[in-house]
């Protein structure tokens, strides 16, 4: 089997392809790199990477050839370079999708794997655990396109026949995340020693999802999903930003004071007071649901990046 991964040497596109290669499906790659690679050195001589722009449609259709799936993750991330650029993230994602739908048209690829977002529920996440059929509320330029794509993946399955499944990741975490996002920042803050910097009160909740269970959800879709579905990844469990930062702390051992800082204007879109999913439909489809507690995911984490016994 054969498939392309465009953004697959982002974090979450490293681990999917490192699985799908230890798996023995031939991995095509297409990334900007302009985050950097973050795929595994053991694995590049086994992949096709090519550098390049998921706006690039002649590109992306030349490297769709014989794909029998396309897993769609290229896309800007991290709130404040999101926030600085709305209309390249807006560009990125509806360009770089319809490209990607042409693609799996022209070359018969069977399905299309689409990374969307848990921002998509924006503030209707405040009240409870949500799933796919609450009505959603999406505010930023990201959550917008993302949701747009959602709703243009569905017209194509019911016009062109092109299957797809839109995941929205709620919080994913794990080895080789950039300091973009908050546990590698907390991480860090705490390992220098330096104070660790909380927006707000910190009592606004997020579902952190580990990247292995997220990858695990993502490919057992892909083998079962018919038609064009969107589902949650979500962990279930819920933390604040305080405790999470409290925990990180006493995990490294820390003198770090926990400083709490008023969140910049560009980010307030992007903050919610509770955010927490539920993978029911997951675990109907599936049979899995991710379920590692958040404790004990910061604690394999911290093992593995700094080698502790």
Request: charged share 25%; hydrophobic share 40%.
């Amino acid at each position: 089997m054969k498939v392309l991964i465009t953004g697959g040497a982002g974090f979450i596109g490293s681990h999917l392809t490192a699985y799908l290669t230890y798996k023995g499906v031939e991995v095509v790659v297409l990334d900007n790199l302009l985050r950097g690679n973050k795929i595994e050195d053991s694995i590049l001589d086994k992949i096709n990477l090519i550098q390049g722009d998921v706006r690039d449609q002649d590109l992306v259709i030349k490297l769709a050839e014989n794909c029998e799936y396309i897993y769609h993750l290229a896309a800007i991330l991290g709130v404040d370079v999101v926030a600085d650029n709305p209309v390249e993230t807006m560009e990125t994602e509806v360009e770089g999708t319809k490209n990607v739908v042409y693609a799996a048209l022209k070359q018969g690829v069977k399905k299309v794997i689409y990374a969307s977002t848990s921002g998509v529920y924006g503030h209707s996440a405040i009240e409870k655990s949500v799933d796919e059929d609450i009505m959603i509320d999406p505010r930023t330029s990201y959550a917008m396109a993302k949701r747009y794509n959602e709703i243009y993946l569905k017209a194509m399955y019911e016009e062109r026949g092109l299957e797809s499944i839109s995941l929205r990741f709620f919080n994913v975490y794990g080895p080789r995340q950039d300091d973009r996002m908050v546990i590698p920042r907390f991480f860090e803050q705490a390992l220098k020693n330096e104070p660790i910097t909380v927006f707000g009160s910190g009592k606004q909740t997020r579902d952190f999802t580990s990247v292995e269970e997220t990858i695990i959800s993502l490919v057992k879709l892909t083998e079962i999903s018919k038609g064009a579905e969107i589902f949650n990844i979500a962990n279930e469990t819920e933390m604040n930003i305080l405790e999470l930062a409290i925990h990180i702390k006493e995990l490294t051992q820390s003198s770090s004071e926990i400083k709490l800082i008023e969140s910049p204007a560009n980010r307030y879109d992007y903050e919610v007071e509770r955010r927490v999913g539920s993978s029911e439909k997951l675990y109907k489809a599936t049979g899995f649901k991710p379920n590692t507690d958040i404790r004990i995911g910061l604690k394999n984490l911290h093992e593995t990046l700094y080698q502790i016994n």
